[in-house]
C-alpha cells in the first residue's frame, strides 16, 4: 500500500483529492432544488427583485457558512465531519442528535425524494406508471450503493462525472435563458412592503436553503482525504462560490425567459423557459439534465453521510456493526447499506416535496446553527497552532451565518409548528435513546475488561 492510500487512524483509506471533495461539495448542493423549488419561491414572493434577493442572501449565508466550516474542517479534518464538530463543543449528545436525525430523516429522507425525482424524469424518456417509478428509484439507489461499498474513489469518480455533467447541463440552460431571454421581461419595481413580507420571505427561504445545502458534505468523507487540513477547506469555499454563481445566474435566465406569475404556476419551471425558446425538444434536454443532476446528488449523498454513522458507531452510540469496514474495498460498508436499506422504505411511504423540505430543511438548520457557533467555542479552547484555516471576517461572517440560521429556525416555529414541533419531538425521541447506546457501550466495554484482563 502506498503512502497516498494509507489508511487513517479509523481504517479509512485516503483517496479523494481536493478535486473530488469540491466535486462532492457542488455535487451534493446542486440536486432537484434548483428545479424545482423556483415555483415555491415565485408564490411567496411574486416578485423579481425580491426573488433574486431571497436568493442573494441564501448565496451569502452558504458563503459565510463554508468559510465558517472551513476552520472546522482543517482544524478536525475527522470522519463524520459536523458530527466530529458538534461532539468536540458540545458533548456526545449533541453529536449523537445531528447523527440521529441525519439517518433516519434528514440525509435519507433527501436521498428517497432524490431516487423519486430522479425515476420520474427518466419516466420522460421510458413510460413509467407510479410502481415502475418506485422500482427505478429503488433499482438507482441500489446501484449507487454498489458503487460506493466497492471503493470510496470508485465514489469520487461516480462524484465527479455526474457534477462535470449537471454543470455542463445547467450552463447550457442559463446559455440559453441570456442569449434568447431578454432583460426587459424583468421587472425591477419592488412591491410595496408590510408585515406580511417577513412571513413569505421565510416561506422562500424554506426552497432556498434546501436548495443551497449541501457543501458541508465534504467535511463528511475529510477521514478519507488526501492533506485534508487544506483541502476540505477550499473544497467547501470553492464549492459555495461555484454554486452562488450558477444558482443567481440560472435565475437571472428563468426571469428573462419567464413571467414571475408564470414561474409561480409552474411545476416544470426549467422545461417551461427553455421551451419558450427552443420549442418542444427543450422537454428532453431539461429532463436528461435533472435526472443527471438528481441521480448523481442521490450518488453523492449515499457516499458521504453514511461516514457520520461510521464515526457515531466508533463512540459506541450506534449499531457496532457499523463501524466495521469492509476488508477488501476498505468502506464503511455496513453503514452505506444500513442507510440505502433505511432510504427505500421512505421511498416506499414518504409524503410530498414540500412537506419533506420544510421538516427536513427545519432540522437541519438546527444543527447547522449549532456547527457554525462551534467556532467561537473553538477559538476559545483552542490555540491558533490548531487552526491551518482561518475564516475570513471572523467574527462578523459566522455571526451571521449563525444569526440568519436562528432567525429561519425560530421564524419557522412560528410559521409552521406542525413541522417544528414534529421536528422537535423527534430530536427528543433521540435523548433516550442516546443514553441507551451509551449504557449499552459501556457495559459492553465493562464486559470486555472482565473477560480479557
Not at 412592503?193 to 475529510?222: C, E, K, N, P, T
Not at 461516514?307 to 466495521?324: E, K, L, S, W
Amino acid at each position: 500500500m502506498t503512502a497516498e492510500r494509507a489508511p487513517t487512524v479509523s481504517g479509512l483509506r485516503r483517496d479523494l483529492t481536493r478535486f473530488d471533495l469540491t466535486m462532492i461539495a457542488i455535487g451534493s448542493t446542486i440536486g432537484s432544488g434548483i428545479f424545482l423549488t423556483p415555483a415555491l419561491i415565485a408564490r411567496a414572493l411574486p416578485s423579481a427583485p425580491l426573488i433574486l434577493g431571497v436568493w442573494v442572501v441564501g448565496g451569502l449565508m452558504a458563503l459565510a457558512g463554508a468559510l465558517t466550516f472551513a476552520e472546522l474542517g482543517g482544524m478536525m479534518p475527522e470522519a463524520g465531519g459536523v458530527y466530529a464538530y458538534l461532539c468536540q463543543a458540545y458533548g456526545p449528545l449533541a453529536g449523537f442528535l445531528y447523527g440521529w436525525a441525519y439517518f433516519l430523516v434528514v440525509n435519507t429522507g433527501g436521498i428517497a425524494a432524490l431516487s423519486l425525482a430522479f425515476a420520474t424524469y427518466l419516466g420522460y424518456f421510458i413510460p413509467l406508471d407510479p410502481s415502475g417509478i418506485r422500482t427505478a428509484a429503488i433499482t438507482g439507489l441500489l446501484l449507487v450503493t454498489f458503487l460506493n461499498v466497492r471503493g470510496v474513489k470508485i465514489g469520487g469518480i461516480f462524484s465527479d462525472v455526474f457534477t462535470l455533467l449537471k454543470l455542463c447541463g445547467i450552463l447550457f440552460l442559463i446559455l440559453v435563458g441570456l442569449g434568447g431571454g431578454s432583460i426587459g421581461r424583468i421587472d425591477l419595481v419592488l412591491p410595496a412592503i408590510d408585515g406580511r413580507l417577513a412571513g413569505a420571505g421565510a416561506l422562500a427561504m424554506v426552497g432556498v436553503l434546501w436548495s443551497y445545502g449541501g457543501w458541508q458534505h465534504a467535511s463528511f468523507a475529510a477521514a478519507e482525504a488526501k492533506n485534508p487540513e487544506r483541502s476540505v477547506p477550499v473544497a467547501m469555499v470553492t464549492g459555495a462560490v461555484v454554486v452562488v454563481t450558477v444558482y443567481l445566474l440560472t435565475n437571472v435566465a428563468y426571469l428573462m425567459l419567464l413571467p414571475v406569475n408564470q414561474i409561480g404556476l409552474s411545476s416544470r419551471v426549467a422545461a417551461e423557459a427553455m421551451q419558450s425558446v427552443l420549442g418542444p425538444a427543450a422537454g428532453g434536454i431539461i429532463a436528461a439534465a435533472i435526472f443527471v443532476s438528481t441521480f448523481g446528488t442521490a450518488g453523492i449523498y449515499t457516499m458521504t453521510a453514511p461516514r457520520i454513522y461510521f464515526a457515531m458507531a466508533q463512540d459506541g452510540v450506534f449499531f457496532r456493526r457499523v463501524a466495521g469496514i469492509h476488508p477488501r474495498y476498505g468502506t464503511p460498508a455496513f453503514a452505506i447499506v444500513l442507510q440505502t436499506g433505511w432510504a427505500i422504505l421512505l421511498v416506499l411511504f414518504w409524503g410530498t416535496f414540500e412537506n419533506l423540505i420544510s421538516y427536513v430543511v427545519f432540522t437541519d438548520w438546527i444543527f447547522f446553527a449549532l456547527a457554525g457557533a462551534s467556532v467561537f467555542v473553538f477559538r476559545r479552547r483552542r490555540p491558533a497552532a490548531d487552526r491551518p484555516y482561518r475564516t475570513f471576517g471572523y467574527p462578523v461572517t459566522p455571526l451571521f451565518f449563525v444569526g440568519i440560521a436562528v432567525w429561519f429556525v425560530a421564524n419557522t416555529i412560528i410559521t409552521k409548528p406542525g413541522e417544528a414541533g414534529a421536528g422537535i419531538a423527534f430530536l427528543a425521541l433521540g435523548v433516550p435513546v442516546f443514553y441507551f447506546w451509551r449504557r449499552r457501550s459501556q457495559s459492553t466495554h465493562s464486559h470486555d475488561k472482565v473477560k480479557h484482563p
